[in-house]
């Protein structure tokens, strides 16, 4: 009975030593790929920073464009001395692609690391432009950026992941353009130009 009670004892320890030899195996790997899963997270939280980068550049440059004022750093009192630039619709306005460039650079050097050190995103801005269609405009935004994903060299894999985000909407001010077709209207019929484009029409189409 002594000898039975023995062999039981050290079933029961060598069972104890199986545990502790699959914990060793599976402990290590589960923490892994915890922390793989946090370093992963902070590339999706920096890529979304730079997705919010494109969005909001694009929005600054659609409003300073619409409606030039909102650059403006006091309310002016003389009037004569506000650059509105009631044409840009016409001739376009490359100071308001400017501005919204260096906002977008500003946003991007304040991105910072995220939870990690080294996961800054490096980016460019590829475009950041005004497309103006006469009719109506938009504020089209594209950047390329690289984020390091760094458990990636554990596996001897780049590091570097690339991406881009593209972003354009609406940037018309219609009661500007409809002022601005006003002025061609008057203008045209002031200088007699109406006529001759009805003439001109009129020859060309053969009526």
Do not use: W
């Amino acid at each position: 009975m002594k000898n039975y009670m023995i062999k039981r004892k050290d079933i029961h320890c060598e069972r104890g030593a199986v545990e502790v030899v699959e914990a060793a195996f599976v402990f290590p790997i589960v923490m892994f790929v915890v922390v793989l899963l946090i370093f992963l997270g902070n590339f999706f939280y920096q890529q979304a920073k730079m997705d919010a980068i494109a969005v909001r550049g694009a929005e600054y440059l659609a409003a300073i464009y619409t409606n030039p004022l909102l650059v403006e750093e006091h309310i002016p009192t003389d009037s004569t001395s506000v650059d509105v630039k009631p044409y840009r619709y016409l001739f376009g306005d490359q100071g308001a692609e400017e501005k919204a460039k260096k906002y977008m650079e500003d946003l991007m050097k304040a991105a910072g690391t995220g939870l990690f050190s080294g996961m800054e995103p490096k980016g460019t801005i590829k475009t950041c432009k005004i497309n103006n269609y006469v009719v109506y405009q938009t504020a089209a935004v594209e950047i390329e950026y690289s984020i390091e994903l760094l458990p990636m060299r554990l596996f001897d894999l780049p590091p570097l992941i690339k991406s881009s985000n593209a972003t354009v909407m609406a940037a018309t001010d219609s009661a500007e353009f409809i002022r601005n077709i006003d002025m061609i209207m008057d203008y045209s019929e002031k200088y007699g130009l109406t006529d001759k484009i009805e003439e001109f029409v009129g020859a060309f189409t053969g009526q």
